[in-house]
């Protein structure tokens, strides 16, 4: 498979407020053969990724650019912006940073504005990459390492979770099996042993008064 095959299974979802800016990465991603996903806003990026605001503005407005089943694909990597009303792409990190559904998500986050400070805490919150504006094809391919991780682990965590579950079932089926040997191997009353209980608790009884009725005949 080459590489360009290869890249185009993953998908990035783009979070812009400026709609030249999502544009333009949305063009750069493509042309680099990557699926693509366009949001203009934080909140409407965690409903993509099924994480709902109460605050988020109205769905009605076209601003996802994808199909109608777009919950269905994975996103591989989220690029978004800085600067953003409402949700900051930082706001944005975070709460992807504390789901345990999508911390494993790849962030990148972008900006015009060359703050040390802010590109500290970005990164010190779990950012892979800060990109300043305007975004090159050069620092797209720093995107690369960090999708090969994120399907590496998510291939590994799968993994893991087949080989627990299969555990579980196998314990289940020994649990199964031991339960089925108990009450195979317990021991049930036949014919045989409930007349031989039967004569050991009645002949005795009978056999007495037998013998004393005809010791009174004699």
Same mark, same amino acid.
């Given at each position: 498979m080459g590489m360009a095959a290869a890249e185009s299974q993953f998908h990035v979802l783009a979070v812009d407020d400026n709609i030249i800016d999502r544009k333009l990465i949305e063009k750069l991603l493509k042309t680099s053969s990557y699926q693509v996903t366009t949001v203009d806003s934080g909140s409407k990026a965690l409903e993509f990724l099924g994480l709902h605001e109460d605050d988020q503005s109205s769905s009605d407005s076209p601003s996802i650019s994808t199909n109608?089943? #777009?919950?269905?694909?994975?996103?591989?990597?989220?690029?978004?912006?800085?600067? @953003?009303p409402g949700m900051t792409g930082y706001d944005l990190l975070k709460k992807i940073k504390e789901s345990s559904s999508l911390r494993n998500i790849p962030v990148v986050i972008m900006s015009s504005?060359?703050?040390? %400070?802010?590109?500290?805490?970005?990164?010190?919150? *779990?950012?892979?990459?800060?990109?300043? /504006?305007?975004? !090159?094809?050069?620092?797209?391919? !720093?995107?690369?390492? #960090?999708?090969?991780?994120?399907?590496?682990?998510?291939? /590994?965590?799968?993994? #893991?979770?087949e080989e627990e579950e299969e555990e579980i079932q196998s314990q289940k089926h020994q649990q199964q099996q031991q339960q089925h040997h108990q009450q195979q191997s317990s021991p049930r009353? %036949? *014919?045989?042993?409930?007349?031989?209980? @039967?004569?050991?608790?009645? %002949?005795?009884? !009978?056999?007495r008064p037998r013998y004393s009725d005809i010791a009174a005949v004699v």
């Open positions: 109608k089943h #777009h919950q269905e694909l994975e996103v591989n990597l989220i690029i978004t912006d800085y600067c @953003m504005e060359n703050v040390p %400070s802010r590109i500290s805490r970005c990164l010190e919150e *779990g950012a892979e990459e800060f990109f300043l /504006k305007p975004v !090159r094809p050069a620092d797209l391919n !720093r995107l690369k390492p #960090h999708m090969m991780k994120a399907v590496s682990k998510d291939q /590994k965590q799968e993994k #893991h979770e009353p %036949s *014919g045989n042993s409930k007349r031989k209980a @039967m004569e050991e608790n009645l %002949s005795p009884d !009978r056999t």
